[in-house]
């Protein structure tokens, strides 16, 4: 890894379940448990790399350098009298002998601003079971390092992860002729929408096979794969492995789940085909006023629909196919709309601005680009904060449900008063996030601009500052700037002292 690279790792995340700073660490023993339980977490994550890294402090990101060298280091190990004893064998062959399985162990030294740096990536991307160091399986909770068998709901979910990269081009429907695709498939919305030269049976196979919608495994004998199914399927009923998989929308009336349902629909097409119909069918349930500026009626819905239609992509496209028993949800409320999904974000939530997307299904995540359903830049969150200060809304509320679920809330329009303190803090973040990614700080000024506040809210939105400080959620963009030219950044943006002293 380059010292570049190393940087923005650093800049980007915080320790996780799969990032661990040090400074000093030495300790073969110490060192091989953090493998174990980085790499887990990683499995369990479904993502392909773990950190350990030395030379910056764990809270404060800090680099401060490190004089370890994973070449020259000798492992601690154990006599027979149980004493720990510096020994002739080196770390790197002492761990690799107590790892199982051997994996890929990159070691990388560099130097950040004259300081010594080691970066250890973790590479789980072949492995087919838990990662060992002496026999023993560990796991990350929080960021401290446990016993894998205490957690078998994190235990259940790495052996679940072995199969979920496999699951978008595992087979839903074998053995079809050419004919018998069109029975199953909606090809006749593929050849209109892909943007593609298809004018014969020819090509029109070949780019199913490109796009992996299918599989050819004989001169006229198809497989269809379930990312063909669950995007392009005229009945989702018809594919066993995704019947539970088409969304449910559902609209009370009121603001609670006790309230009776007057709307339930299941809708069992593929989701590229019937994306449009699902978004209709979630706006037309959305309480909306009627509007007659210039004397022209014009419906305005309580919730945005750039707003619904991001988080309706990203509910679909973000899910975790190998949790079983839950399907994509959107709850319609009086007061609020609730879209879940199944599996937990593999990216910080606050982070979703910053840091580049990563997706659990790629191969999902292309098609539906080339579909323009979701954007492979990342934009879509930019659209949902921006459309919500818009239309005067709280931030967006993106929480993790436990370890299977991801739940999106919008709400509806509260004068900035009348927000309690953690919504007011998410809203100052979330705008403090947008502006800094489009190279703007925020101020006292710029916030009332935002909320449509007036110069008598200045005070208000000071005390809002300073809670959002408090709560760690934004910083002074130059902490020696005078009060009256005082302006802030996200958390983890890079302020005039970063940039002096880094």
Known sequence: MKSTELINLIKNDNESETIEYKTGLKDAKTIGQYISALGNSALAANIPYAYLIWGVKDLTKEIVGTDFDPYTEKAIVENKKGKSNKSNISLTFYLNKFIDPKLNLIWDKCEIKGKKMVCLTIDVQHLNQPLKFMGIDYIRVGTSNQKLNLFPEKERRIWE?????????????????????FEYLDLDFYVKHINENLNNDSSLKQSLIDNNIISQVGEDIFNITNLGAYTLAKNLQDFAA??????????????????????????????????????????????????????????VYK????????????????????????????????????????????????RFLDVPP???????????SKFHITES????????????EEAHLPAVEILSKGTTATQ?????????????????NESIYWDASLKYVNDMKISNSSIRKTFNLSD???????????????????????????????????????????????
Do not use: C
């Not at 019937?274 to 500026?293: A, N, R, T, W």
């Not at 997706?359 to 539906?368: D, G, M, T, V, Y």
């Open 161 to 181: 992860s072995f199969e979920s990269s496999k699951f978008e081009l595992a087979f839903a429907k074998t053995g079809l002729t050419f004919k018998q695709l």
């Open 242 to 299: 995704l019947q539970d998989r088409s969304i449910f929308i559902t609209r009370y009336q009121g603001n609670m789940k006790l309230a009776n349902a007057s709307y339930n629909e299941i809708e069992k097409a593929g989701i590229m085909v019937s994306f449009d119909k699902i978004l209709k069918d979630i706006m037309d349930h959305i309480p909306y006023v009627e509007d007659y500026d210039d004397g022209i009626r014009k419906d």
């Open 303 to 350: 919730f945005p629909i750039i707003a619904v239609r991001e988080l309706l992509a990203n509910a679909l496209v973000h899910q975790d196919f190998t949790i079983s028993g839950m399907r994509p949800m959107v709850e319609i409320f009086d007061n609020r709309l609730v879209i879940s999904n199944p599996g937990i974000p593999l990216i910080e939530p606050l």
């Open 358 to 368: 990563r997706s659990r299904n790629p191969e999902l995540a292309n098609i539906l």
């Open 377 to 388: 830049r990342g934009t879509g969150i930019d659209k949902v904060v921006y459309s919500l």
């Open 408 to 424: 999106v809330t919008i709400r509806e329009e509260k004068a900035f008063s009348e927000l309690a303190i953690t919504e007011k």
């Open 456 to 502: 008598k809210d200045a005070s208000q939105v000071s005390k809002a500052i300073a809670s959002s400080l408090e709560a760690h959620l934004i910083k002074p963009y130059d902490k020696n700037a005078s009060k009256r030219y005082m302006e802030y950044i996200p958390y983890w943006g890079m302020a005039v002292q970063d940039i002096y002293h880094e």
